[in-house]
């Protein structure tokens, strides 16, 4: 578990550490994680839509960091090398509060289509 209380930016092209790549992933301190409870929509999505909805997921992300510090839980990695991890902050987990903001989806096993 980490708690952090780090300013994080969006992530640029180049090396990465303390931003923000898409809804459910980000950089901290040289970790890339991924948001294990949560998935959203890619930036490189299938429709207009789905890539707008995931500008707002990332961003939401963004702000949802910055405001307060968070916990990290480490559940292991993913098939790309990311830690797993369910983020929890002062008013609980961090992909909960996206799903309830309509910008991610509780996480099924598989991804599921954006486009309508």
Known sequence: MILAAIA?????PGPRDNCVV???TFWLAGE??????IDAPELSGECP????RARQ?????????NAAPFEI????EDR???TLAIVVNARGSVGDQL?????????????EVWCE
Do not use: M, N, P
């Open 80 to 82: 790309y090398g990311r």
């Open 99 to 111: 799903v309830a903001e309509g910008l991610a989806r509780t996480w099924s096993g598989r991804r």
């Open 57 to 65: 997921a990332r961003d939401r992300l963004l702000a949802i960091l």
């Open 22 to 24: 898409d809804g459910d």
């Open 32 to 37: 890339k994680v991924r948001i294990a409870d």
């Open 8 to 12: 994080l930016t969006l992530c640029a």
């Open 49 to 52: 839509s789905e890539k707008a």
């Open 73 to 76: 839980h480490r559940q292991g």
